[in-house]
């Protein structure tokens, strides 16, 4: 482990990331000359209109009277009496709007883009998820919405597709090279580019070039925040670990940042898929390199070629090639720790907090039920907090396709 960074946690979310971006040596904007500007532009907005009262107050209405929130935390006392004597306790980020906790940053990216005067969003989408959320926020700031998706996608995600339909997006089909999640990030760029002067691009996770991966951890923060008072309200003390499952990593990053400076155990829990080849799973901190990718530096997976290796996950929202460039940092000095559950592991808590719980969790966040229950079971820690990030209904049909109704989980 590097230890470059003296790091002083009661200051940390002041002091990163830096002007350009960075947290540690990972970050910044790796973007093509015209579209400097563009993300100049967002940065200025994002600090100046963000952090108006206007602006915050406006977004704190939203999230109470739109999204549901707070969201609740619950003590699943059943699953842990089964594992030992762990308590395992969930963010129901399940039970926010839309079911998952991408709502949060893309109301947040609605309201700023409203606030700028912008008359569109733009974004691409992989399995949907994102599209469907800024399809949400777009309708509710009665904005334009322009989500990119490869055509191989749009065949695959059907229900989700014609979500973003109903709710008014415009699903524009990318029928280049395998029409999939890198080509719609292409193709979602070049008509930032085209477009910018009316739209704002928004990126679904804690990825892509600066401001985005501080602006979406900084919207999803109200995860952490809310869980950490429900906790305390509900123990009268802090849980021992906290767990969420990483993608791009912005649930983690939204709950991770309320316990940096408290004696808390960090785990994100990244998907191993089949196995530890490449191409079987999409682990990128316990697997990967150093690199550039979509305009950021961060922790990748890389082929042979040193380009973004091909990647698998049961769950489509974990599903990428590289991370959060603060979960890199996070890493390098030690302050998170970065774990996997493979596909079956993913599945037999998706099964078993269904059973025990009658909470029928996402595919993504089975990973961090998965790992929560593997750290139960070693009974070393008193409680665990686990950011149950979205609910499964969207994935119901590929599991009992797949595993059935999960007689052997019983
Ligand atoms: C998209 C998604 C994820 C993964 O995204 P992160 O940015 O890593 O949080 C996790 N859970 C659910 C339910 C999702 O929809």
Redesign the pocket.
Known sequence: MKKKYEVDFSTYLKEYPNEEGYFGEYGGAYLPEELVPAFKEITVAYKTICHSAQFINELRRIRREFQGRPTPVYHCERLSRMLGTTQIYLKR??LNHT????LNHCMGEGLLAKFMGKKKLIAETG?G??GV?LATAAAYFGLECDIYMGEVDIAKQAPNVARMKILGANVVPVSHGLKTLKEAVDAAFEAYLREYKDAIYCI????GPHPFPMM?RDF?MVVGIEAREQFLEMTGILPDAVV???????????LFPAFLNDPVNMYGVEPLGKGPNIGEHAASITYGEKGILHGFESIMLKDEKGEAAPVHSI????D?PS??PEHAFLYDIGRAKYATATDEEAVEAFFKLSRYEGII?????SHAVAYAMKLAKENKYGSVLV?L???GD?DLEYVIENYGFGEEYK
């Open positions: 980020e399940d079911g998952a906790h991408k399995a998820q994102h959320a679904g996770s804690v990825v979406v999803q969420a499952c990483v993608g791009g990593g912005s649930n983690a990053m939204g769950a489509s929202g974990l990428y991370t959060g969790p996402a595919l993504e966040s950011n990030s979205g609910r969207k």
